[in-house]
């Protein structure tokens, strides 16, 4: 329970702090002989980046320019662990000074300091969402194994902000410049919510949605270890989730069995995929299908009440730079949990139970 | 990611099939001096079963009787693993045989066969939900340790099943027999809607929600092992979970930041909970909440398609002794889960960062 | 960090006290489909049972007759974890009533109690070397995989007792009767320095040399989990061993580079094998060589010095069944460590590094 | 198993190779509120890095400059994990062109060779010792952590060199100039022996001995996990390491159990310490007493047959910068590994058993 470490055989270990020197990270378990360069991994981060003087996002004026420092030979990789770095750069750090001693919140300020009895106040230190980037780059090695060596494709989208729903009808539009939103009718009615509530101070809630497709049935362990667990576990992981779904999730509950079961027809296919892919903890072939709910952020301008270190009331607007729907810079985020959950997954399956 | 244990330091590894000779499990990290034996354990087994007569529940005609084979020196905890066993007397696995090369849609017959090649059909094997039994066993365990040390209580309950919302008014009724239903006036309705569904044989869906009380602020990593991952992942490996929520869940969607973030008033109290007492990962102090969608069990004698081992289609009616509502049996399970992973926070906690 | 348990995807979890109920173990990671039935637990344990009438040997008046709960279905197994359970029957408690509240030197009753505050003090409770037994029972289904598999094969056998060195010059007379001793004209010796321990009250020191034949090169990973470190590992655990060797061990600080490197011949054989098979914690394909120094029994009758729970000086003489030289039935259980670590290892290997 | 990870709860990760860009780790699990800077970890790698115009040790011309990028907050540790970076300058990468497709016996190429089927080459790659570097600056913050908290103390120096014996004469004189040698009277024997070695281009093998003092009672896990275990494995994983000893190790297999066994006098202290500190794997409060036995280095002038990688006999003599004596420079890096397990076992203790 060494609290930044994922996955067990292909594993992700992270440290660093927004505003420290650098954030880093070493994965390990990466099969050799894989194609690997900086570029496959500025991909993802590049896509988690918000674009140039986008409204109602924050953003750092530095290039997320990770460094590859290990665990890769004339191109390919070795089997050994590649240690990863993220300096930081622009940091302004002055901008926290104030709350130095104040509790934002919504953050993990105030547990920190009573589970350790000190922290890092300057960006939130490490529970920063700038953490992200690591498991982004990680993520990325994990999605070109899995779609070189088995196919699988993973994809995830906004599919709600607010109560506004968001059908994933135009993959081919999905974008950070969109809001990674599948439906180009709506882009311009999210555009207007930023704005306004970057005007007004507010931020507003969202869910992603992410599958993958071209699974093959047998990924994940029956008990403990069931693969909705472990992806369940990772997405939990992700700042400000505070819900997952797996397949029709919620809405089963007011599902009857004779609907709810998808049926099995000839050759293996199913009727329906009310499951989301998983029967047991193990794949049934179909997609995997995921619903991740993301709170509003709590870094608003709306002043509200706190306390400081010395526990005495005061009030609070946090100034910076900050989402107004964190849901959005997540997208590559989720891919990249999902990614490290299955190629985990399939490495301990190709091990244990294939010939 | 042995696919049998779950928890870092209080590790709980089980083993049995539903028909095999018996289920067992070995709980260790158990600290020592807990004054334990099998009664302990009895109480919440005993809540877990279903009552004589009960319409629309599954029984066996067995008591549930773990034995404790080790661990207990003079009914006092030594420190060393504590094995339990179960035996399975009232089997009936002939009730199976006519499935025996069927796979039952919505089950796990297809996904353990495409990843073992091999599986015990006989009541689901090691997928049948009288696993958790053990899991029942070991929560008993962690309760009275997080009661009687820290003053923790633990208490879940069925919030809702179809299109009915149940509201917390009434812990007293709560009961097996009332299905952890704490609202005594929507137990006719209950009732009624289970022996509709067992005539016409078919099931339904449930929510059940569990809150610890009497938390402490500090509980839980900050990155990786957050608090509320952990709690996804134990509640996600439930037979039948499709969904976890913590906190307001879903509902941070569509709500702002201002709105959402839980302000913080003098000496550390909190206006509002709808964090689900988790900041970062790490409790606030706060209550903890969680609510877990359970499908409708897929055991139902409503016939539907579905194919066999040589892959051609062929009609199944599940027979047999079958939950209508799968959510009621599992309320002491959710509140064992819960208990299973504080109580591993806590001895982490204690070991790293407490004095 | 859990105590009782070893392996990572091989895992195999115990419990069990010496005097009570039963012992037991869970077998998870079994790959699917091997042909298993106790009869193959019972050969090692078998071998592991001091003869009728053996001088020198503690023994119980009970065959070690394990039963397995789970995990084999139509006789193959299924890939979910193997439960096994050794009753214990012929306890006779009541040869310890007199050391309850007695420390006796060289075992771990002070170790425990200034641990946990607590131990069971009958038969040494959890210290017993009767856990073993579980070992062995798990490392009988790993050596049959490896045998079947990959062709590896394991042997061990006493290499020394006190002064006596034994070279592996015989093979086939290697037998629990004969004291595992590979040289049938150091049996006689062997016989007549037990019995005048037993008739002294004392114990003897001893070896145990195990070796994997049939190797090949790529076990093992290179920097932490080196094969050596894990191999080490494990055999450090068995109950009174105080030190490991690999291949020429402690032989190397006496002499040169040019010497012990083993030159590397066409085809890639090698020239001499001082290594041990093992070069930078992975396998070179050459036999896996290991020696195990195991201390001298502090069972015995002659007596000392201890001091009691209030910290009194006692004299102390240990009655009961004893082993004189505890290096004999230890020899399968290096080599059911030896075939843990190797099925591990290779399970893990198999996963991430081969096509 | 991922291959790059020690310990459990205090749990260092490293990455790099020797003539990559930079190696590092990341420390994780230390405890909040330590005062830790870079001069802390650079006491022990200075003490590991050879004196300028030593004979017979490999130096390069760079300081090991090594890093703090996370972790520390204000001079204090904050409980999150610690990233720590050593950049390579002095690479000298065209040392290794010659043996780019050559195997040298003795070292890891032809092991790396088979289990990736890739590999760097230069230097070793990750197999250098220079990785060792990493677990000494991380030991070093477990030893602080020991000292600090616990006062316990741990020493490690050179005790055999080919067959010259050396005794714990003279703590004093123990330093990296002094080749760790606590017998002044030997240290110029040791010099001409290594000047001799260096000019006719061979090595020797070398002993070293650590203990752990003040030591209190109960550290370890009584099955698995045994402190014994845990403290070989560590060793077993430091390059070259052939065989590891607790207290009188291989000597016991000439000794009896009356001569053994170490008795026990009023209040708890002990006539003798052959066991090495450590009874049935936990602590008895005894000096922790630890042999560890370094092979010669491979790396040597005087040629001998190898293959290349089309499996063809060819000569090899390695040139380059290459230690003598590996057991010297192994010195600060076995003090690092027994500290990170103690470290390990306490906190886990400190967890699950202390009050």
Redesign the interface.
């Known amino acids: 329970?060494?609290?930044?470490?994922?996955g067990?055989?292909f594993?992700v270990?992270?440290?660093?702090?927004s505003h420290?020197?650098?954030?880093?990270c070493?994965i390990?378990?990466v099969?050799?002989?894989m194609k690997i360069s900086e570029k496959d991994l500025r991909i993802d981060l590049d896509r988690r980046r918000p674009s140039e003087n986008e409204d109602g996002i924050s953003r750092r004026n530095e290039p997320d320019r990770v460094?590859i420092?290990?665990?890769i030979?004339n191109g390919?990789t070795?089997?050994?662990?590649?240690?990863i770095?993220l300096n930081n750069c622009d940091k302004r750090s002055q901008d926290y000074d104030n709350i130095r001693e104040i509790?934002r919140?919504?953050?993990?300020d105030?547990?920190?300091q009573?589970?350790?009895?000190?922290?890092?106040h300057r960006g939130g230190?490490?529970?920063s969402a700038r953490?992200t980037a690591m498991w982004v780059a990680a993520g990325s090695i994990a999605k070109k194994y899995l779609r070189q060596n088995l196919g699988i494709t993973i994809q995830a989208y906004l599919s709600?902000?607010?109560?506004m729903f968001i059908d994933f009808k135009e993959p081919s539009c999905l974008s950070r410049k969109n809001f990674f939103c599948p439906d180009s009718s709506k882009i311009l009615e999210l555009k207007k919510l930023f704005s306004h509530?970057k005007k007004i101070g507010?931020?507003?809630?969202?869910?992603v949605t992410v599958f993958a497709k071209h699974m093959f049935?047998?990924?994940?362990?029956?008990?403990?270890?069931?693969l909705?667990?472990?992806?369940?576990?990772?997405?939990?992981?992700i700042?400000g989730?505070?819900?997952?779904?797996?397949?029709?999730?919620?809405n089963?509950?007011?599902?009857?069995?004779?609907?709810?079961?998808?049926?099995?027809?000839?050759?293996?296919t199913f009727?329906t995929n009310h499951?989301?892919g998983?029967?047991?903890?193990?794949?049934?072939?179909q997609d995997v299908v995921v619903h991740i709910?993301?709170?509003?952020?709590?870094?608003?301008k709306?002043p509200?009440?706190?306390?400081n270190h010395d526990?005495?009331?005061v009030t609070i607007s946090v100034s910076g730079r900050h989402d107004v729907c964190i849901g959005i810079r997540a997208v590559p985020v989720v891919e990249a949990m999902l990614a490290i959950v299955l190629i985990?997954?399939f490495?301990?399956?190709?091990?244990?139970?294939m010939r």
């Open positions: 329970m060494t609290g930044n470490s994922i067990k055989i594993r270990t992270t440290f660093g702090e420290g020197k650098s954030l880093g070493i390990d378990g099969p050799p002989g460094e420092l290990s665990g030979f390919f070795t089997g050994n662990p590649i240690g770095i509790f919140p919504g953050h993990a105030y547990t920190y009573k589970k350790y009895g000190v922290r890092d230190g490490r529970s953490e709600q902000v607010g109560n509530l507010d931020s507003v809630g969202s869910k049935p047998g990924l994940g362990e029956p008990v403990f270890h069931k909705n667990a472990d992806i369940s576990y990772a997405m939990m992981n700042n989730v505070k819900a997952v779904e797996i397949g029709d999730g919620f089963v509950v007011q599902m009857n069995g004779s609907y709810h079961r998808d049926e099995i027809r000839k050759g293996g009727r499951s989301g998983i029967l047991g903890g193990i794949t049934t072939g709910a993301f709170k509003p952020s709590s870094s608003i709306v509200c009440t706190s306390i526990g005495e009331e985990d997954h490495l301990m399956h190709k091990g244990r139970c």
